[in-house]
């Protein structure tokens, strides 16, 4: 059960909607009726890497970001520049995928590519 729950979290956070239930019920559901578990769409529908990257693979290391680069990255959807780096953990190249983190160790779920322009992590970090 574990499992399907994660499945319909990663298919929410792609912007589907969906229901789990049994097959007893299926016809229910699909017709709107009150069975089983519905999963909001919580994002937009992104594209495949970006889901992979979220979703399939694992950080190759952490970029921690000084507190004007979480305000210009998470408020203002900006890009990442080199001058709001405070700290980097892990060895990556262009490419992998890494975690951004907050001075305080607050992380953004999911990973982000560090050459994804213009791709910007959710409002609020996970904190450890």
Known sequence: MVTKVEAASIAAAAGIQVVLTSTVHAADAL???DTGTYFHPTGR???DRLLWLQHASAPQGSITL???AVRAVVQGRKSLLPAGIAGVDG???AGDPVELRDREGGR???AWSTSTPGRSP???PLHP
């Open 108 to 110: 953004w779920p999911g």
């Open 45 to 47: 529908r992104s594209a």
């Open 31 to 33: 017709t709107g009726g």
């Open 66 to 68: 000084d507190d004007g």
């Open 91 to 93: 060895e990556f190249s």
């Open 122 to 124: 959710p409002d609020r």
